[in-house]
Structure formats: structure tokens, C-alpha cells
């Protein structure tokens, strides 16, 4: 049995069948990432109380997006054009709209305007729209949803922000920031 020392305790014993398993102090280790993390790391702010970490990477962000985007067959650069718009990478981002309905999360997915989303999805309450990974997955798939329904990613885009509303601007605003996004 060796002991390994750390932060929280002075003492941990850690059963181990050989030393190689054992890595440098995290502490140490982690310091050395510092600057990068902070570097690429978004402060969020949440009017609900959240499980989620007061500061997510945006890096890892962009990889969940990758994912979802591949699933769906979504380009990635429109979704992470949306991500910008809508919440500028912000998981916890928090929109109240004039009809009392919420827009939560990175994608600013609106609970109360896709119910049946929500029920196949299991999704009870706005609060877990929170989640990086769900709110990733509800918005792309709306997303997906809106290509085949009306043909083309403008009005994909269009339609994912309202489509009866008058909101080329939005929808132009989203392809341009998009353009940054082609070689990732």
C-alpha cells in the first residue's frame, strides 16, 4: 500500500499493483493549464440554481457542437454561428421574452414553444436546458427538423428563430458569423 499526498487530505491510502499507475501531483499539473483554460473559459450566470460549473471551456463547447452537428448532418459552422448569436457561448444565458416563454442555454431553446421535443426527450423543466450537451442536442436537431422542412439553411436559420417574424437581419447576421466558422 502506498500514501499519496493531497489538498484535501494530507494522507490517502491508495491501494496500487504498480507504481506507474501513480501520475505527478494534479495541483502541479493543472497549473501548468491555467493560463489556457482561463484563456478559453466563459463566466455564466443563471437565474435558476444549476449543477453545471460556474465556468465551462469554450473548446469544449465547440466539440460537443462538432458532434451533434456530425449526428444531425448539420454544418457546424451555422451551429456555432447560432451558439454566438444567441448566447455568445454562454451555457447559462437567460432570455425572458415579451410573451412570458423563456429561452434557456447556449442554443436559447425556448421550453414552452417545443413541447414535443421536450416530452421525447424527457425534459421536465427549462432548468435542464442548462445542460451543455442536451441543449446542444435540442438545437441542432431543430435545426435538422427546419432543413427538411423548408428546403435550405437560410430559412432553416430563419425558422429557428421565428419564421413568421420579419428577422432577415437575424438570419443574415447568423450566415455572416458563420463565414468565420467554415474551416473548422
Do not use: C
Amino acid at each position: 500500500m502506498m500514501r499519496i499526498q493531497n489538498f484535501f487530505s494530507p494522507n490517502i491510502p491508495l491501494k496500487t499493483t504498480r507504481k506507474e499507475h501513480i501520475r505527478g501531483d494534479f495541483y502541479s499539473e493543472l497549473k501548468s493549464f491555467k493560463p489556457v483554460i482561463e484563456r478559453n473559459t466563459i463566466s455564466l450566470q443563471n437565474p435558476y440554481s444549476s449543477p453545471i460549473k460556474s465556468q465551462i471551456n469554450k473548446e469544449y463547447i465547440k466539440e460537443l457542437a462538432r458532434k451533434k452537428a456530425q449526428k444531425y448532418g448539420v454544418p457546424l459552422n451555422i451551429v456555432l454561428a447560432i451558439i454566438e448569436k444567441e448566447s455568445s457561448f454562454n451555457p447559462k444565458a437567460y432570455n425572458k421574452n415579451k410573451d412570458g416563454t423563456e429561452d434557456v442555454g447556449l442554443m436559447q431553446i425556448n421550453f414552452q414553444h417545443n413541447k414535443r421535443l421536450m416530452r421525447e426527450y424527457g425534459v421536465n423543466s427549462p432548468e435542464e436546458l442548462y445542460d451543455p450537451e442536451l441543449n446542444l442536442e435540442l438545437g441542432v436537431r431543430i435545426l435538422y427538423e427546419n432543413y427538411k422542412r423548408y428546403g435550405s439553411w437560410e430559412l432553416a436559420v430563419k425558422a429557428y428563430n421565428g419564421i413568421r417574424a420579419d428577422n432577415w437581419d437575424y438570419v443574415k447576421n447568423v450566415m455572416e458569423r458563420a463565414k468565420k466558422y467554415v474551416n473548422l
